[in-house]
């Protein structure tokens, strides 16, 4: 079993930034994947930003490249989202989820465990 914590949410004012934390307790943390994924009102949950276990194989959606960074530090147990340059459009519930294995995935379906998620409001 893995638990996973975010935190770091909130209001921003369009431009801003923020930076989402999760972090992870239980069975060790580096042998899984991490994912960011969001969810609107009345819209379905979709994948923001994905690392590897090992830390070396990002992905970003195309709505947030050049924006959003995802990464890691197993020492911590700690995965971040760094949101630069928010837009109204960003705003939702953030949660991180974590899945077994070395590969990457971009889908809901590819991860076992899941936070509670953190409020993102981008005001503008």
């Known amino acids: 079993q893995v638990q996973l914590v975010e935190s770091g949410g909130g209001l921003v004012q369009a431009g801003g930034s923020l930076r989402l934390s999760c972090t992870a307790s239980g069975r060790t943390f580096n042998s899984y994947r991490v994912g960011w994924f969001r969810q609107a009102p009345g819209k379905e949950r979709e994948f923001v930003a994905a690392?590897?276990?090992?830390?070396?194989?990002?992905s970003h959606a195309d709505f947030v490249k050049g924006r959003f960074t995802i990464s890691r530090d197993n020492a911590k147990n700690t995965v971040y989202l760094q949101m630069n340059s928010l837009k109204p459009e960003d705003t939702a519930v953030y949660y991180c989820?974590?899945?077994?294995?070395?590969?990457?995935?971009?889908?809901?379906?590819?991860?076992?465990?899941w936070g509670q998620g953190t409020q993102v409001t981008v005001s503008s």
């Open positions: 989820a974590a899945g077994a294995g070395p590969l990457l995935s971009t889908v809901v379906a590819g991860y076992d465990y």
């Open positions: 690392i590897t276990w090992s830390g070396t194989i990002r």
